[in-house]
């Protein structure tokens, strides 16, 4: 699915809240991760300013979810994003949702955005320098929400290594129906 071999990377750890009475993230709540990741992916393209508090802003228009696993309370999340797709006014962008350490992706999105005018709302095409930063991406571009650890070089193995989940064992069906 993805071009680059280091892609920009997202980690985050899921928390309490997030999950169901069985401690499995809600299915709603991956959209909140992969907002969270695309906003990071932007910034790491050195355009969270001006997509935060300039003339420009997004909308997502279309976003599309593929289960094959779960993620629980306390794991640590890895999401990869790259721009797949880029139209007049549109970008895409893809997900892949790792257990940090665990070579599978549990999740896989899509999600499509118009560039607006920040004041009108009105779709405007992508400037010239958005879309070369949008198709050179963000490789090797990681930024941790989740351990401390991480930023310090310890492998992405041991992220998660501490935690014994195996009184709830993994399903790896497709648990969820896509969206």
Known sequence: MFRMDDPFRYYLRVRYGECDAQKIVFNAQYGVYVDLAGLEFLRALGYGEVLMNGPLDYQVVKQTTQWKSSARFDDVLQIAVEATALGTTSFTLACQIHVAGRPEPIATTESVYVLVDAKTLE?????????????????????????????????????????????????????????
């Not at 779709?123 to 310090?152: C, E, I, M, W, Y």
């Not at 009184?167 to 790896?172: A, G, H, K, L």
């Open 123 to 179: 779709k405007t095409p992508l400037p010239a320098d958005f879309r070369a930063a949008l198709q050179s991406g963000a490789p090797g571009r990681h930024v941790n929400h989740a351990d401390s650890t991480l930023r310090h070089g310890a492998p992405e193995a041991q992220l998660n290594s501490s935690r014994d989940h195996s009184e709830y064992p993994r399903q790896d069906s497709n648990l969820r129906p896509t969206v």
